[in-house]
Structure formats: C-alpha cells, structure tokens
T-cell receptor, first 116, second 114 residues
Framework: GENVEQHPSTLSVQEGDSAVIKCTYSDSASNYFPWYKQELGKRPQLIIDIRSNVGEKKDQRIAVTLNKTAKHFSLHITETQPEDSAVYFCAAPRGKSSGSARQLTFGSGTQLTVLP | EPEVTQTPSHQVTQMGQEVILRCVPI?????FYWYRQILGQKVEFLVSFYNNEISEKSEIFDDQFSVERPDGSNFTLKIRSTKLEDSAMYFC????????????FGSGTRLTVV
C-alpha cells in the first residue's frame, strides 16, 4: 500500500518569506497528489493538486512540484501571510486501479505558523 | 459552490452506545467516503462506497462500523458499541468521478465518547 511521509512537522516563517513542505510516497503507480489546508477545527480544503504527467503547477502564491523519479512532491508558498497559518497535509491515492473509489493516504501534517 | 453536509456537527455519546453520523454528498457525486481524524493527528481513511456497496475499507473499519445509503441523498456511518478511542472528527467526502479527483470534504462531525 501507499506510504506518505511529510516533513517538517512544524514550520515557522516570517511574514513575506517562503515556506516549503515536502512529501515522499512509496507507490510508483500513484498519479495524483493533492495538498490540503486545514484550519483549526475545520475540514481539510484542497488548495492545489498535481497529476503525474506534469512536473510543476502554480496558482498565485502556491506551487507544487513533483519528482516522479525520486517519488517526492513539495508545496511552495511564497510571500507568506498570517492567514496562511494552518496545518497542511499532502496526500496520495492508494488502493485499486482507476475506475474505483480510491482512498487517499495522508501525510502526518505540517503546522505552518507565519509570524507577523 | 456545492457542499458536502454533515450532521450533527458535534455528538457526545456514552461508551457502548450506537451512533449514526449523517452526510449529504454533493448531488451529482457518485463516490462516497468516510475518514476520521483523531485530535492532532492525520486524516485516516475508513471506507469508500460506490454503486450501493463498499469499494474499499481500511483496517480501522471493523465489524463495529457500517455504512449505508438509505435513500438517494443520505450517506451514513454507524458505529455500534462505541469505545473511548472512537472519539475523533469524522469527515465525509464525495467525488463525481472515479479515483480521487474532485474530492470534497464535509465540515465534519466531532464525536466524543465518554
């Protein structure tokens, strides 16, 4: 099955600096890598995702990079703001092949704190 | 924007009691999921459901748990004989297509077993 490792577990940055969170996965067949942001007591919300046929995807201040050979993917947040403070989870699919309701395996999460 | 709705938002139950957590997936979605998150920990998969049957389930989803889609809109998780360690946030999710694309999570039910 899929195993997803996420680092670091906590990350503090000054407002305006960049933040990078990294994840590795074990299943070479995984083809989709979402990132979720979870504020305290709320649901995980998808902020960006990448499919295995691309190496990088950007959406304003957020970007995700994927290295299929090394089986790792990273979340990059530039020009961080206090409202970026939250727990960020990476995830990768596991289970049956396409056509079924596949489950997500989540990383252990990174508590990002943006200091004003 | 369409949402996955969960009720109740918070449930307190006595150990050994049965609870039913309810979810209304997005109306045109076909694939349904339950996840749980123990406080301060990662989100863990419980079960997926498609075409009125379980597609996959995790080791956590033992005989104590069951899921049902009793009508065209609701998707329920039943926990029989709750234990203290069942205390967690339970998230329902749905997607319109196979795989994990377009996953939407509900707002969650916080279950507290006392």
């Amino acid at each position: 099955g899929e195993n997803v490792e996420q680092h670091p577990s906590t990350l503090s940055v000054q407002e305006g600096d960049s933040a990078v969170i990294k994840c590795t996965y074990s299943d070479s067949a995984s083809n989709y890598f979402p990132w979720y942001k979870q504020e305290l007591g709320k649901r995980p919300q998808l902020i960006i995702d990448i499919r295995s046929n691309v190496g990088e995807k950007k959406d304003q201040r957020i970007a995700v990079t994927l290295n299929k050979t090394a089986k790792h993917f990273s979340l990059h947040i530039t020009e961080t703001q206090p409202e970026d403070s939250a727990v960020y989870f990476c995830a990768a699919p596991r289970g049956k092949s396409s056509g079924s309701a596949r489950q997500l395996t989540f990383g252990s999460g990174t508590q990002l704190t943006v200091l004003p | 924007e369409p949402e996955v709705t969960q009720t109740p938002s918070h449930q307190v139950t006595q150990m050994g009691q049965e609870v039913i957590l309810r979810c209304v997936p997005i109306s045109n979605h076909l694939y349904f999921y339950w996840y749980r998150q123990i406080l301060g920990q990662k989100v863990e998969f419980l079960v997926s459901f498609y075409n009125n049957e379980i597609s996959e389930k995790s080791e956590i989803f033992d005989d104590q748990f069951s899921v049902e889609r009793p009508d065209g809109s609701n998707f329920t998780l039943k926990i029989r004989s709750t234990k203290l360690e069942d205390s967690a946030m339970y998230f329902c999710a749905s997607s319109v297509q196979a795989g994990v694309y377009g996953y939407t999570f509900g707002s969650g039910t916080r279950l507290t077993v006392v």
